[in-house]
């Protein structure tokens, strides 16, 4: 059983927690993820690393209320428990050798660019952070944004706060403007990132995405969380778990990614409401 030491409302939908769990926080770096069942009879879903204290012994995840899981995970207060916390998984950002890099985050994608902004100033890069959202009431971890990056850019679909318009305007002007970006890494929805990718290819700049699709067992055996990547022209099939989450943004077939995370949207609505009414009911 894992302790929720801290919950925190960051906007409507989007809650970051504290978990204590000391032998996860040991190992856990930027880009890594967990997974996390609430109960004995729940599922298991991944969460992204959002933070963690090695000292304190927490890791502190950051999640959309989009499910039933989520959902359910909302109602722990703190001094609750979760059932199982598993990690760290994946393979943790590549941060060595790089001087310069935009970090592009897009709505609650934003809190996992976040530690891997962090680990880039920590080494010694100089880090360029652009994030959007849909509107001022979704923003989140500005503050913390500014604290590891030189330069950050505020968007949001709506220009209710920052700049109008998406992620892409203010990339494609610093690509335009800075040539010595060694690389752009992006994290957020699918179709962000689609074009995250396309604008970086005008210019030829290395980009990285990180990949979230459905995932199971987080060890590679379920295939749930299979992608298809193009390299050197030919098909090569990679697993989000063990083989990412991150991913030259190049190789990624988005299309067939978004197609993927389409197929089980009517059954994850059924079960979210079927948790919602339970709730009410128990209320």
């Known amino acids: 059983m894992f302790k929720i030491i801290k919950k925190e409302v960051l906007n409507p939908t989007v809650t970051k927690m504290v978990i204590e769990a000391p032998l996860v926080a040991k190992k856990a770096k930027a880009g ?5 069942r609430v109960s004995k009879e729940g599922e298991r879903i991944p969460l992204t690393v959002a933070d963690y204290d ?18 359910i995970l909302n109602q722990k207060e703190e001094g609750d428990y979760i059932e199982d916390f598993v990690g760290p998984l994946g393979v943790p950002t590549k941060v060595d050798g790089l001087k ?14 976040l530690p891997v902004a962090r680990a880039l100033k920590e080494n010694g890069c100089e880090v360029v952070s652009i994030i959007g959202f849909r ?9 913390e944004f500014r604290q590891a990056s030189s330069e950050l850019i505020v968007m949001s679909d709506d220009g209710s706060y920052g700049r109008k318009g998406n992620v892409t305007v203010p990339l494609k002007e610093l690509l335009e403007n800075q ?8 994290i957020g929805p699918l179709i962000m990132m689609k074009y995250v990718v396309l604008t970086c290819k005008e210019f030829s700049v290395p980009v990285d ?6 995932m199971i067992d987080g060890t590679g055996m379920c295939g749930g969380c299979r992608l298809s990547l193009n390299v050197d022209g030919k098909k090569v099939t990679k697993f989000a778990c063990v083989d990412g989450p991150d991913f030259d943004g190049y190789e990624v077939d988005f299309d067939e990614a978004m197609a993927r995370n389409r197929m089980y ?3 994850e609505k ?3 409401d079927a948790a919602c009414n339970l709730f009410k009911e128990v209320k």
């Open 32 to 36: 890594q993820f967990i997974i996390l």
């Open 54 to 71: 090695r000292e304190k012994g927490t890791i502190t995840i950051i999640f959309q209320i989009v499910g039933a899981t989520t959902y």
């Open 100 to 113: 310069k890099v935009c970090v592009v985050g897009g709505g609650v994608g934003c809190a996992i660019a």
């Open 135 to 143: 509107n001022k009431d979704l923003l989140i971890l500005e503050d």
């Open 179 to 186: 040539k010595d970006f060694d690389k752009v890494i992006t």
């Open 209 to 214: 995405v990180s990949m979230n699709p459905i």
């Open 265 to 267: 949207s009517s059954f």
């Open 270 to 272: 059924h079960k979210y």
